[in-house]
């Protein structure tokens, strides 16, 4: 559940808010996209070209094509996407861009409803749903594409074939407030700790599969009787991946479990990555519909998304890239064992197992309960 909000603003409002899943950095329009090889005449990629054509040469394509943009992005408020859409229409004025934010888990079956009565709406698809770029690949639904720079990405990262790329890192764990933990760092045994009765914010792991994810390390790590306990300790559970770390920023609880952070930087609240102890990041995939109206103004957000400037302003100061280097004190999301890259996918594409452990947790933690964050948005939000 890509934008990302710059570290200021994340330590502003939130970790939690973080997951809007991309950059705030902002290429500017006359930006050079990398050459890989040569497009056509055409101004399209051949099989395994990356893209050429710099953004400024995208931009007006695709405002020539139109100018108009409509992305579905998965995340947890209306407003998630803003600092995104701010950014990219300051780069490039006269695009017409809608950005619909709302559960990955919701747009995903949206699109699926879409493509079966042939409404489509969305020209890119970002998404936390791993599984479904697989599937819409086998399916044909996905244009195989390269933008700009698609070779410095993380092989992990991205599609061989170009029907997919990541184009945000992302990590969940939970946080806390350092002045009231001390002097000692916390780790997830620490959470079913008595004295942390009734002080826990948590987003609902069986509503949010990256959460699910995260608590699922947690039960296999530290057994069932961790999760009994855990569900002792008077949890306030909510709907949205952003309630932990705004319970947590907002000086409500001291301790937010479920959602994005950055260890960036000074702050007074801390994301717990530490060796040993588990967490779990992903890299948030991003594609363009075979069927896409605006093909070209897709491609510039793509190409905008992945450019060096906008992925060096990631929030967490991960990035999808091999040749972006992290801030001092941070290593590339990938070479930590305990952020579990490589499992999520894995993870993702068993939905029987899926299910089993979301039924599970119900009868631990209760049913979910709350309206969806985003809001109710129908069946073509954007048309």
Do not use: C
Not at 62 to 74: N, P, Q, S
Not at 316 to 330: I, Q
Not at 344 to 369: C, H, I, N
């Amino acid at each position: 559940m890509s934008g990302f909000p710059s570290r200021r603003r994340l330590l502003a409002t939130g970790a939690g808010a973080a997951l809007g899943l991309g950059a705030l950095g902002t290429a500017p329009a006359s930006a050079s996209a990398s050459t890989s090889t040569a497009t056509t005449s055409s101004g399209r990629t051949g099989s395994g070209a990356e893209e050429s054509r710099s953004l400024d040469e995208l931009y007006q394509a695709a405002l020539a094509e139109g100018g108009k943009l409509v992305v579905y992005a998965g995340g947890d408020t209306p407003t998630q996407q803003d600092g995104t859409k701010a950014a990219f229409l300051k780069a490039f004025p006269g695009i017409d861009l809608k950005l619909i934010v709302d559960y990955s888990k919701y747009h995903d079956v949206r699109v699926d409803n879409q493509f079966a009565t042939d409404t489509l709406v969305p020209d890119v698809v970002q998404f936390q749903t791993l599984q479904d770029f697989d599937r819409w690949k086998r399916q044909g639904r996905l244009l195989h594409y390269k933008p700009a720079g698609f070779s410095k990405v993380h092989d992990g990262f991205k599609d061989p074939q170009g029907a997919w790329v990541a184009t945000g890192a992302i990590a969940f764990s939970f946080l806390y407030d350092t002045a009231t933990a001390g002097s000692r760092a916390l780790t997830p045994r620490d959470l079913v700790d008595p004295k942390w009765k009734g002080r826990i914010a948590s987003s609902y792991p069986h509503d949010d599969d990256a959460v699910l994810y995260l608590y699922t390390l947690y039960a296999r790590t530290y057994g069932w009787d961790w999760v009994a306990k855990f569900a002792a300790q008077d949890v306030q559970f909510a709907r949205g991946s952003n309630s932990p770390g705004d319970a947590v920023f907002g000086g409500r609880k001291p301790i937010g479990v479920g959602t994005a952070g950055s260890a960036v930087g000074s702050s007074p609240v801390t994301f717990a990555i530490g060796a040993g102890h588990p967490f779990m990041a992903w890299g948030q995939r991003t594609a363009v519909l075979k069927q896409a109206k605006n093909s070209t103004a897709a491609k510039l957000f793509l190409n905008w998304q992945l450019s060096l400037e906008h992925q060096q302003g990631s929030f967490n100061g991960w990035s999808v890239r091999t040749d972006v280097t992290p801030p001092a004190g941070l290593k590339q999301i990938w070479d930590y064992p305990n952020a579990h890259v490589d499992g999520f996918p894995r993870f993702m594409s068993d939905r029987a197992e899926v299910e089993r452990w979301k039924q599970t947790f119900a009868l631990y933690f209760g049913e979910v309960k709350g309206e969806p964050t985003p809001g109710v948005l129908g069946l073509h939000p954007g048309a």
